[in-house]
């Protein structure tokens, strides 16, 4: 079982920046491969952003192409925390951003978070 909780959102002009945190329990990143989504109002869930350990200490990432090169996307062994650095953000990335913890092989999505609302005015 894998807890996770998201936190970090909030209101953010255009262009402005906020990062994300998501703290999971147990071993999270030894088992899952960690991602965001985000749910805007009338719309579907969709992939942000994905992490997950690699073999000495290296870090595979992978970003959905309408937040590449302004989000980073980064994780913290020693506090069981991913975090989305976004950048540039603009109206278009207001949503509900959520954390989940994937199996590896199936990219499954087995856990979820509460979700974190980010809104950004023009």
């Known amino acids: 079982q894998v807890q996770l909780a998201e936190s970090g959102g909030g209101l953010v002009r255009d262009g402005g920046s906020l990062r994300l945190s998501c703290a999971a329990s147990?071993?999270?990143?030894?088992?899952?491969?960690m991602a965001w989504f985000r749910q805007a109002p009338g719309k579907e869930r969709e992939f942000v952003a994905a992490?997950?350990?690699?073999?000495?200490?290296?870090?595979?990432?992978d970003y959905a192409a309408s937040v590449k090169g302004r989000f980073t996307i980064s994780g913290d062994d020693a506090k069981n925390t991913v975090y989305l650095q976004m950048n540039s953000l603009k109206p278009g990335d207001t949503a509900v951003y959520y954390c989940?913890?994937?199996?590896?092989?199936?990219?499954?999505?087995?856990?979820w978070g509460q979700g974190t609302q980010v809104t950004v005015s023009s």
């Open positions: 147990g071993r999270a990143f030894s088992n899952y491969r």
């Open positions: 989940a913890a994937q199996d590896i092989l199936t990219r499954r999505n087995d856990y």
């Open positions: 992490i997950r350990r690699g073999d000495l200490a290296s870090w595979y990432v």
